[in-house]
């Protein structure tokens, strides 16, 4: 009688896993403007359609998107349906209600928060990279303060999971469920890193969304002040995918760049914050590509020295550029090519002479913390290899502060700086 019911019980559980039309991996990143949310999650199996109910206050109004199939590269073929639907023409800053699915299956009701349009909004963001599923060391204290409200939105500087492709996507699954309690809440903005590079970034294309045509590998956005740039540092590295991805890319930057620091734009924007997974320098042990002079990234390609990206940073004067993929916390004084550019020796960080680096790829994964070498360089400023994430608040034109926090000292700011620029422009 027992054994018969723990049979049926098997039955019904195979069978009901085999057709699932149940949300799953909820999350949200920043459409074309500031005022755009698109939302994505997974099926298993295909809805009839893919549906968010939103509004300020209760489920008052729908929007509707597509899906698209997602095959695993590897040879088992495991599929999923990912869904996206873009919410248009949101009201700033205000508290929005949602769910989504459709009526063969819905997800649990969310919440976010929309960016203000008021000049004296001081936007709070969590920085990190690296970010796996084992060893997520950050992860209950991003979720803690995420659902408190602390945060507009999220940098992941790539390296997710470890892999997503791992296991035949599973291990993806897992990863975008148990960032699901952030994820859902603040846009979760990302980059690729070199953890993402199986079957040409297939999980990182067709997992995210981000702003722009390019699968989310460099793109903008506008937040308050700041304007952001997510580049891809891997198209330097696995060249097997296309020299024109380097030649695209640089072509994008340049362009972006100049649009963003036109009179106009700057003046209303005066932040460029820009950032992307393998740092231009590091000081840490190894033989990573930060641990030799001439970074591709930042002198260019092997040999031909083209498409180094640092030139651009200087002579368009961005002004914070924040790196991960080394496991560890690293500020840099303000740097350009190998010569430290302080604003004043008391005060570095006050109108400095070049753009300021922060490494900050700690957050926890399976491959532990990474050393440093024994000697502090020059240039820079402060480490630490606890486990940790960044916070950053933008005060205002001139006033930017950063803080780094220690998971392994229970939260405690173990560094913090005041970036504070009376102008912003060409450092050349
Ligand atoms: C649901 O998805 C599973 C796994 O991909 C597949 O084997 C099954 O045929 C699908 N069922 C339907 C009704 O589409
Ligand atoms: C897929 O490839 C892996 C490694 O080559 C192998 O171990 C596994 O058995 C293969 N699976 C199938 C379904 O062919
Ligand atoms: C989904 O579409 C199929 C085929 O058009 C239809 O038979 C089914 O009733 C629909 N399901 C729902 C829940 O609307
Ligand atoms: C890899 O993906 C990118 C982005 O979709 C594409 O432009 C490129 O051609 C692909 N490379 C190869 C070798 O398939
Ligand atoms: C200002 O920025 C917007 C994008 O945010 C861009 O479309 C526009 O061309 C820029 N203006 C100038 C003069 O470059
Ligand atoms: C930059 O400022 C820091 C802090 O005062 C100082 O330690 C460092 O030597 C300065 N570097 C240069 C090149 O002035
Ligand atoms: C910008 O913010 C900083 C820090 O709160 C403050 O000290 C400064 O006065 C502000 N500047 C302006 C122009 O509001
Ligand atoms: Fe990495």
Redesign the pocket.
């Given at each position: 009688m027992v054994l018969r019911f723990v049979v049926i019980l098997c039955c019904i559980k195979l069978i009901s896993s085999f057709v699932s039309y149940q949300p799953e991996q909820v999350h949200l990143s920043y459409g074309g403007n500031p005022y755009e949310i698109v939302v994505m999650w997974s099926t298993t199996n295909q809805t009839n359609e893919s549906v968010v109910e939103y509004g300020i206050g209760g489920l008052i109004k729908q929007a509707t998107g597509l899906s698209t199939l997602f095959v695993s590269g590897d040879n088992e073929t495991r599929s999923q349906y990912i869904h996206r639907v873009t919410l248009l023409q949101l009201t700033p800053r205000s508290k929005y209600v949602y769910h989504c699915g459709s009526d063969q299956g819905w997800s649990d009701l969310f919440w976010f928060m929309t960016s203000s349009d008021e000049s004296t909004w001081t936007p709070q963001l969590a920085i990190f990279g690296d970010l796996g599923n084992e060893n997520a060391r950050s992860l209950p204290h991003l979720q803690e303060e995420v659902q408190r409200g602390m945060y507009d939105a999220i940098l992941h500087v790539g390296d997710f999971a470890y892999d997503m492709d791992s296991e035949n996507g599973l291990i993806g699954d897992e990863f975008m469920k148990q960032i699901q309690p952030i994820s859902a809440y603040v846009p979760y903005m990302t980059c690729p890193g070199n953890h993402e590079e199986a079957y040409n970034f297939s999980n990182y294309r067709a997992r995210f969304n981000m702003p722009g045509n390019s699968e989310g590998l460099w793109y903008s956005f506008?937040m308050g002040p700041v304007?952001f740039i997510s580049v891809s540092t891997e198209v330097y590295y696995f060249l097997e995918y296309g020299l024109k991805l380097v030649t695209k890319q640089y072509a994008w930057l340049e362009q972006d760049l100049?649009?963003?620091t036109?009179p106009?734009?700057r003046s209303v924007r005066p932040w460029i914050v820009m950032y992307g997974h393998r740092p231009m320098y590091c000081s840490n042990t190894g033989d990573d590509d930060c641990t030799h002079y001439g970074t591709y990234t930042r002198v260019g390609l092997p040999f031909l020295h083209w498409f180094g990206m640092e030139k651009l940073l200087y002579d368009y004067g961005v002004d914070l550029v924040i790196w991960a993929h080394e496991h560890s916390y690293e500020r840099l004084w303000p740097l350009y090519d190998y010569r430290v550019h302080n604003g004043s020796y008391e005060e570095p960080y006050r109108d400095p002479g070049a753009p300021v680096h922060i490494i900050s790829g700690s957050a926890g994964c399976k491959e532990d913390t990474s050393p440093f070498r024994g000697d502090l360089p020059y240039w820079s400023a402060f480490r630490s290899t606890d486990y940790g994430y960044m916070r950053m608040r933008i005060f205002n034109k001139t006033h930017l502060y950063m803080e780094q926090i220690s998971v392994d000292k229970e939260g405690e700011v173990i560094d913090h700086i005041w970036l504070i620029k009376n102008s912003h422009g060409s450092y050349a």
């Open positions: 506008n304007h100049q649009e963003a036109s106009e734009n």
